[in-house]
Structures are given as structure tokens and as C-alpha cells.
């Protein structure tokens, strides 16, 4: 961002504004937008146009009986009223990504004014990285700035093709972009030790290849949530209805056997919250991990866990979370994911250093009001598991080389 001058330039952004909408359109959750504020404003400032492109929703996926995407769900008009709010300015709108509207409002716009291109997924161009589609968008900005971090994993035509459509000297990351990718190489590259990573969240398979690089980073490895029970049924227990996914029982073992040959300390619950109904409301015991009955199944992680977990948090430098440790969006099933989040929060104001990644992590400790006691939450999840993953993201490498 520095090294632009953006004066009397249009300035394409590719920002995430996949914002969460309500019935009637209104934008519940506006952290996506608020992110990208300082980039905008930064560019507006030194005198640049910008020309704002984004996705929202899946618009491709759920088209109408007539075989057409439904705009009215899914127009990216719905948040000008609040984006002009939150610029202070008015700003204008495109409503069509690609073709002439854009191209044309883009060079009519002053120095410091913003227009929004409307939902670049109308198109099925942009999911398939279309060249001559990108080669459009391209045309909306004589330099380009990627911060929607959000989507970097994503090899589409507005993440990353267009790109191409730019000199290197055109192009850039904005200041969302480069403060995650530098929160995330501070937990890869550099961290201060011992370094702990909390894994949980439903699946197993999910987090698999970032479990299998944990085993190389860390010196403590916690796992807890729907993910524990895989580990259980690997290691001999019963786990009754328990989310378990039995074609990984034997990556599970070989993830265990990989920690303890890298002298890592893997953390699995020795007792568990279970229930005998998927609801909040549900009956309850607590039982060791392994000794889960048929017609129950562990909902969240038991006592003697949550203290055990949360000493070894507490005793690290450096902590990276990623998932939640049970079912939290169930109250009487949050107390495991309250303690660890309570935990990172402790840790942090001692001075570890800690990194939250991952959608439903950040919503937890969100819930556990404690959003502001951690070091860095992290707006891209999908992205930021492939990062930690040691996988190069399209949407960077097309920016760096
Ligand atoms: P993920 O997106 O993989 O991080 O998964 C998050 C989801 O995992 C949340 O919706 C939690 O409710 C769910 N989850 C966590 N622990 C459990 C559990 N013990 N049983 C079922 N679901 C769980």
C-alpha cells in the first residue's frame, strides 16, 4: 500500500463483502465490511477512485426455476446504503460487474469517490478463473489491490486471475490482507514457544493436513469438539452416537504416532459431556471419553478436560485456535469452548501471543464476549486453514509471483 500513488487513479479492490443478510436484506454482521474500511479509506485519501468488486452468497447454486441467478437475493445493492454510511460518502453503483456500465462509471469517477461493481458470482465466469471474463474486470482499474483475504484460496477470476491483467508494480495487497497473512507467518515462522495449537469443530476430515503440519510446528496439540471422538474409537473406546468418522480412525493413530515421534505433546479429553438428544435441552452425563454408551453422544468436553486443557494453554507463548470444543451454539453444551476461550484470553493478557482462525472459533469466543482479550481473530477461515496447511493460496501467489 505504501508504494502506490494513487492519486488520479482508479484503483480496483477486490474486498470480501460476503456479508451475512437477514429476510429483509439487512446486513447482521458487518465485520467483513468494516475490515476493508481502512484500505478504502487509505486509497480515497491519497486521491485515488475506487472501484470496490466482491461476491455474495452462492448465487450460481441456488438459481430460480427459469434457470437465471436471483438477483434480488443476492445483489450486492443491498449494502450501499450501509457501505455509504460507513465511507461517509455516496457511493455509486455498478449493476453489472462486467461490460460497459462498469468500465464507464469506473472512469468517471473523481478523485476519491467509490463505486461498487455489483456481485461478481452472477457470472459462472468467476468461479471458472475465465480468462476473457477477468480481462473485463481488469478494465475497471488501472492498479489493483487484493484485501479480501476471506476468498485468497479461491483461484477465480476476481481473486486471482485478474491479477494477471497487471504489471507487478500495478499491483498489491490492501492492509487487511497483509496484517493476516503476517498474524498467520507470526504462528509459522517466528513463533515465541511453546507453541499450542487447540483444534475442535465437527470433522476429523476436515483438518486433517493441518493436524499432520501441527505435529511439526507445535510443542502442545489440543483436540477437543466432534473431532475427539474419531481419536477415541482409534484408540480402543466406545463412542456411542458420537460424531466419528471411521474411514479416518487410522489417520487418527497415525497422527498420534507422528506427535509422540516428534516429541509433541498431543491433548485428547479424558472425560465428556454427553447427552441423549442433539438438543439443548437434552439429558446429560459425564462419562470418560472412551466409555460412551450407545444412544448418547458427547456433546461438549467434561470438567476434568476443560481444567487440564486450559493449564497448558495457560503455560503457552504462543496459541493458535481453530474450532470450537463442542457444541456451543447449545448453551448448557458451551462451558468446554467458554473455559478455553477464557483460557486464551487468560494466556494473552499474560503475554502469549494468540491467533483465532476459523468461522465458527471466532463466533465462539465472540459468544464468550472475550473478542477483544485475544491478540488477533483472523477474517478468513477456509484461507486461513489452507495458510496454516503450508498451501500457497492463488489469490496471494497471483500478487507476489
Ligand atoms: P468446524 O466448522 O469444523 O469448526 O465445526 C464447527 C461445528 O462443530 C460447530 O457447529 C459445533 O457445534 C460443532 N461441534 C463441536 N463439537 C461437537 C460435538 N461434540 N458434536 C457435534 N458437533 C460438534
Not at 446486513?27 to 479509506?41: E, F, G, H, L, M
Not at 514457544?193 to 493436524?211: E, F, M, W
Not at 460424531?243 to 479424558?270: F, H, M, Q, R, W
Amino acid at each position: 500500500m505504501d508504494q502506490f500513488d494513487f492519486n488520479n487513479q482508479r484503483v480496483l479492490m477486490r474486498v470480501d463483502f460476503n456479508v451475512p443478510l437477514d429476510d429483509k436484506h439487512n446486513i447482521t454482521d458487518d465485520t467483513r465490511i468494516r475490515k476493508a474500511v481502512p484500505t478504502i479509506q487509505k486509497i480515497m485519501e491519497a486521491g485515488g477512485a475506487v472501484i470496490l468488486m466482491s461476491h455474495l452468497g452462492r448465487p450460481q447454486k441456488k438459481l430460480k426455476e427459469d434457470g437465471t441467478v436471483n438477483v434480488e437475493k443476492f445483489t450486492l445493492r443491498h449494502i450501499v446504503p450501509h457501505l455509504s454510511k460507513v465511507l461517509d460518502t455516496d457511493v455509486q453503483f455498478a449493476s453489472n460487474c462486467f461490460g460497459a456500465e462498469a468500465k464507464s462509471k469506473s472512469f468517471l469517477l473523481n478523485p476519491g469517490q467509490v463505486l461498487l461493481l455489483e456481485n461478481t458470482r452472477f457470472h459462472k465466469e468467476e468461479s471458472k478463473g475465465e480468462e476473457i471474463f477477468a480481462a473485463g474486470l481488469a478494465q475497471c482499474g488501472d492498479i489493483f489491490i487484493n484485501d479480501a483475504f476471506g476468498t485468497a484460496h479461491r483461484a477465480h477470476a476476481s481473486t486471482t486471475v485478474v491479477a494477471s491483467h497487471f504489471k507487478p508494480e500495478q499491483k498489491g495487497f490492501g492492509l487487511l490482507m497483509k496484517t493476516e497473512l503476517a498474524n498467520a507467518d507470526r504462528v509459522l515462522n517466528s513463533p515465541a514457544r511453546p507453541l499450542t495449537a487447540i483444534l475442535g469443530g465437527a470433522k476429523v476430515s476436515d483438518k486433517i493436513k493441518l493436524l499432520d503440519r501441527l505435529t511439526e510446528l507445535c510443542q502442545n496439540i489440543i483436540v477437543g469438539g466432534g473431532m475427539a471422538y474419531t481419536f477415541a474409537k482409534a484408540a480402543g473406546g466406545t463412542v456411542g452416537n458420537s460424531l466419528c468418522e471411521d474411514d479416518y480412525l487410522e489417520l487418527a493413530n497415525e497422527i498420534v504416532a507422528k506427535a509422540k515421534s516428534n516429541g509433541v505433546d498431543l491433548y485428547l479429553p479424558t472425560d465428556t459431556v454427553i447427552a441423549d438428544d442433539f438438543s439443548n435441552s437434552a439429558n446429560t452425563k459425564i462419562v470418560p471419553t472412551g466409555e460412551i454408551p450407545d444412544g448418547w453422544e458427547g456433546l461438549d468436553i467434561g470438567p476434568e478436560t476443560r481444567e487440564r486443557f486450559a493449564k497448558v494453554i495457560k503455560n503457552s507463548k504462543t496459541i493458535l485456535w481453530n474450532g470450537p470444543q463442542g457444541v456451543f451454539e447449545f448453551d448448557n453444551f458451551a462451558h468446554g469452548t467458554d473455559a478455553i476461550a477464557n483460557a486464551v484470553a487468560a494466556a494473552t493478557d499474560n503475554g502469549a501471543y494468540s491467533l483465532i482462525g476459523g468461522g465458527d472459533s471466532v463466533a465462539a469466543i465472540n459468544k464468550a464476549g472475550l473478542g477483544d482479550q485475544v491478540s488477533f481473530i483472523s477474517t478468513g477461515g477456509g484461507a486461513m486453514l489452507e495458510y496454516l496447511e503450508g498451501k500457497t493460496l492463488p489469490g496471494v501467489k497471483a500478487i507476489t509471483g
